[in-house]
């Protein structure tokens, strides 16, 4: 398994942006697909992203579509959140994790996980 820490969460605005990384270290591997989750206070952790271990593949949740975008640059073995048009509602400890399955949304095909960040939207 590959080794995560995220960093990049914060307290912001509603309106505004923050970028999440993703840094690995340990075993990287070249199929080794890449997602995001998260998990609000009194709810379950949720889906929000995942990209394909060549980048070319992503998918995203409907409640984010058109304001996160999801990349990775492998030679800097890294993984990005872009998170535009912020909510209240997208206040949640934000988790990156590392599949050997091509972008899937389960949880439980993730083997490998951050420590997570927190992301506070203020109104």
């Known amino acids: 398994q590959v080794q995560l820490v995220e960093s990049g969460g914060g307290l912001v605005q509603a309106g505004g942006s923050l970028t999440l990384s993703c840094a690995a270290s340990?075993?990287?591997?070249?199929?080794?697909?890449m997602g995001w989750f998260r998990q609000a206070p009194g709810k379950e952790r949720e889906f929000v992203a995942a990209?394909?271990?060549?980048?070319?593949?992503?998918n995203y949740a409907d409640s984010v579509k058109g304001r996160f975008t999801i990349s990775r640059v492998s030679a800097k073995n890294t993984v990005y959140l872009q998170m535009n048009s912020l909510r209240p509602e997208d206040t949640a400890v934000y988790y990156c994790?590392?599949?050997?399955?091509?972008?899937?949304?389960?949880?439980?095909?993730?083997?490998?996980w951050g420590q997570g960040t927190q992301v506070t939207v203020s109104s």
């Open positions: 994790a590392g599949s050997a399955f091509p972008v899937v949304t389960a949880e439980t095909k993730y083997d490998s």
């Open positions: 340990g075993r990287t591997f070249s199929r080794y697909s």
């Open positions: 990209i394909g271990w060549s980048g070319g593949r992503t």
